[in-house]
């Protein structure tokens, strides 16, 4: 079987020629031909071994193959979804980015994700609608406020875009905003933070997928992976700190594969538990709805972290709206009417002009909660079994740097210093990253 550095040693193959480029005639005359359009991935058989099999089709899983490809010229692998791709969190997130976190370590990482989100349509060639809209958290008290001149701090000392503003220059950027100081909750000031905005998640996760297929890697969908194989470890069935993993048996068989890596959200303990992996995370639902699109009136992101919500406007026009965790563990992905009352209550209560305005729908994706609110990302006690997990609200933004730095630290063996400081040793040392005051709402 290959060793994880004879893959590094050896993985060198000719990279595919990349998807087709259409000029804009191009595309009009192909949309008009009435000839079919290639698949944007392969439908391939599943083979007995990888060099890396990668658990979850989201875009952590997609990016980290994409870039073990497409940096390090590792492409026997495997990404497997239970599901289809982007039918997790991937799916189910309010598309929001930024870089305004609280921490050092955490400003640092999702400011990376972000340049990788900005030069996206260009790297992957898809239109992945990139939107930098600028991003607004309101301060609807003294606490909140000192909070957000803290953050503005923090991100200023790394060169991140962001500052504190009055009331005033929040009615400016978003008229709909109630500014009058009257309400329940006032609006004392914001962090704004003009880099940060929207971006299309599906195309994000079909542009990776797409630009891994490319470079042979291969996506397979509906398949389950049932436990992971592991030997020499302290545990039972050779699990658990001290072995190594062999391999993972899914729903269409046995794989065998000297790196297995969990990218999965809603599951992540549950698939860690499997390799003898435990980890601190409780799983919790994050409830979002979309109201009917409307002439666009708010030009960028607003997040009341008091009333529990964030709001954007879309394109095409309709209001996507997210809330706080369900405060209680669940694995339910369904809407519940609680979620919508307490939810049209925090949003009137901010722009009272949006009264008649309809919901479309609701939804909500599963998020994996850690003490410090920051992820787990990197090796484990199982050689070969690597982490990329504990994503909470925030998984989406971090998608790209994630993929990234997943992708170096498998290729090199070592932890990237980006990811360093959210390593599960931290758990075990106190070394917390507490990004709770940074979370986009209340938890
Ligand atoms: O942290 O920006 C955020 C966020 C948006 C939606 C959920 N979390």
Same mark, same amino acid.
């Given at each position: 079987?290959?060793?994880?550095?004879?893959?590094?040693?050896?993985?060198?193959?000719?990279?595919?020629?990349?998807?087709?480029?259409?000029?804009?005639?191009?595309?009009?005359?192909?949309g008009?031909?009435?000839?079919?359009?290639?698949?944007?991935?392969?439908?391939?058989?599943?083979?007995s071994?990888?060099?890396?099999?990668?658990?979850?089709?989201?875009?952590?899983?997609?990016a980290?193959a994409y870039?073990?490809?497409?940096?390090? &010229?590792?492409?026997?692998?495997?990404?497997?979804?239970?599901?289809?791709?982007?039918?997790?969190g991937?799916?189910?997130?309010?598309?929001?980015?930024?870089?305004?976190?609280?921490?050092?370590?955490?400003?640092?990482?999702?400011?990376?994700?972000?340049?990788?989100?900005?030069?996206?349509? #260009?790297?992957?060639?898809?239109?992945?609608?990139?939107?930098?809209?600028?991003h607004m958290?309101?301060?609807?008290?003294?606490?909140?406020?000192?909070?957000?001149?803290?953050?503005?701090?923090?991100?200023?000392?790394?060169?991140?875009d962001?500052?504190?503003?009055?009331?005033?220059?929040?009615?400016?950027?978003?008229?709909?905003?109630?500014v009058? &100081?009257?309400?329940?909750?006032?609006?004392?000031?914001?962090?704004?933070?003009?880099p940060?905005?929207? +971006?299309?998640?599906?195309?994000?996760?079909?542009?990776?997928?797409?630009?891994?297929?490319h470079?042979?890697?291969?996506?397979h969908?509906?398949?389950?992976?049932?436990?992971?194989?592991?030997?020499?470890?302290?545990?039972?069935?050779?699990? &658990?700190?001290?072995?190594?993993?062999?391999?993972?048996? #899914?729903?269409?068989?046995?794989?065998?594969?000297? +790196?297995?890596v969990?990218?999965?959200?809603?599951?992540?303990?549950?698939?860690?538990?499997? %390799?003898g992996?435990?980890?601190?995370?409780?799983?919790?639902?994050?409830?979002? %709805?979309?109201?009917?699109?409307?002439?666009?009136?708010?030009?960028?992101?607003?997040v009341?972290?008091?009333?529990?919500?964030?709001?954007?406007?879309?394109?095409r026009g309709?209001?996507?709206?997210?809330a706080?965790?369900?405060?209680?563990?669940n694995?339910?992905?369904?809407?519940?009417?609680?979620?919508?009352?307490?939810?049209?209550?925090?949003?009137?209560e901010?722009?009272?002009?949006?009264?008649?305005?309809?919901?479309l729908?609701?939804?909500?994706?599963?998020?994996?909660?850690?003490?410090?609110?920051?992820?787990?990302?990197?090796?484990?006690?199982?050689?070969?079994?690597?982490?990329?997990?504990?994503?909470?609200?925030?998984?989406?933004?971090?998608?790209?740097?994630?993929?990234?730095?997943?992708?170096?630290? +498998?290729?090199?063996?070592?932890?990237?210093? +980006?990811?360093?400081?959210?390593?599960?040793?931290?758990?075990?040392?106190?070394?917390?990253?507490?990004?709770?005051?940074?979370?986009?709402?209340?938890?």
């Open positions: 079987m290959a060793t994880p550095s004879s893959i590094v040693a050896g993985a060198r193959r000719k990279l595919g020629a990349g998807p087709p480029r259409y000029s804009a005639a191009g595309l009009v005359r192909k008009l031909s009435g000839d079919s359009w290639p698949r944007v991935w392969r439908d391939v058989e599943l083979k071994s990888y060099d890396v099999v990668i658990i979850g089709g989201g875009v952590h899983g997609l980290t870039y073990l490809a497409t940096n390090h &010229g590792i492409t026997d692998v495997a990404v497997l979804d239970k599901a289809y791709l982007g039918s997790g991937s799916g189910r997130n309010t598309a929001i980015v930024r870089s305004n976190y609280l921490t050092p370590e955490g400003v640092a990482f999702y400011d990376r994700s972000l340049t990788l989100y900005n030069t996206m349509a #260009t790297d992957l060639n898809l239109n992945v609608m990139f939107s930098e809209r600028g958290t309101l301060a609807h008290t003294d606490g909140a406020l000192r909070t957000m001149n803290w953050r503005a701090e923090v991100n200023k000392l790394q060169g991140i962001s500052s504190v503003i009055d009331p005033t220059e929040v009615g400016k950027l978003a008229p709909s905003l109630d009058s &100081g009257d309400s329940r909750y006032p609006i004392l000031g914001a962090l704004y933070h003009p940060g905005g929207t +971006i299309r998640h599906d195309a994000v996760v079909w542009g990776y997928a797409r630009g891994a297929d470079r042979g890697v291969e996506m969908q509906k398949t389950e992976v049932l436990d992971i194989l592991c030997e020499g470890g302290s545990g039972p069935d050779g699990k &658990g700190p001290g072995g190594r993993v062999t391999g993972v048996r #899914t729903s269409r068989g046995d794989i065998s594969a000297p +790196i297995v969990n990218c999965t959200a809603g599951w992540a303990s549950l698939i860690s538990d499997m %390799a992996v435990k980890l601190p995370i409780h799983t919790r639902p994050l409830q979002a %709805a979309v109201t009917e699109p409307v002439k666009v009136f708010l030009p960028t992101v607003v009341s972290g008091s009333l529990h919500v964030y709001v954007s406007q879309t394109d309709e209001l996507v709206f997210g706080s965790v369900d405060p209680f563990n694995y339910n992905v369904g809407g519940s009417l609680e979620f919508t009352e307490e939810l049209a209550g925090h949003v009137l901010l722009m009272p002009g949006i009264s008649k305005m309809r919901l729908r609701q939804w909500a994706g599963l998020c994996d909660m850690t003490p410090d609110y920051s992820p787990v990302m990197g090796d484990t006690d199982v050689d070969g079994f690597y982490v990329d997990v504990g994503w909470g609200t925030y998984g989406f933004k971090a998608g790209p740097v994630s993929g990234e730095a997943m992708a170096e630290a +498998i290729a090199t063996r070592a932890m990237p210093k +980006i990811i360093a400081p959210f390593h599960i040793s931290r758990f075990a040392t106190g070394e917390l990253v507490g990004e709770k005051g940074a979370a986009a709402v209340g938890h």
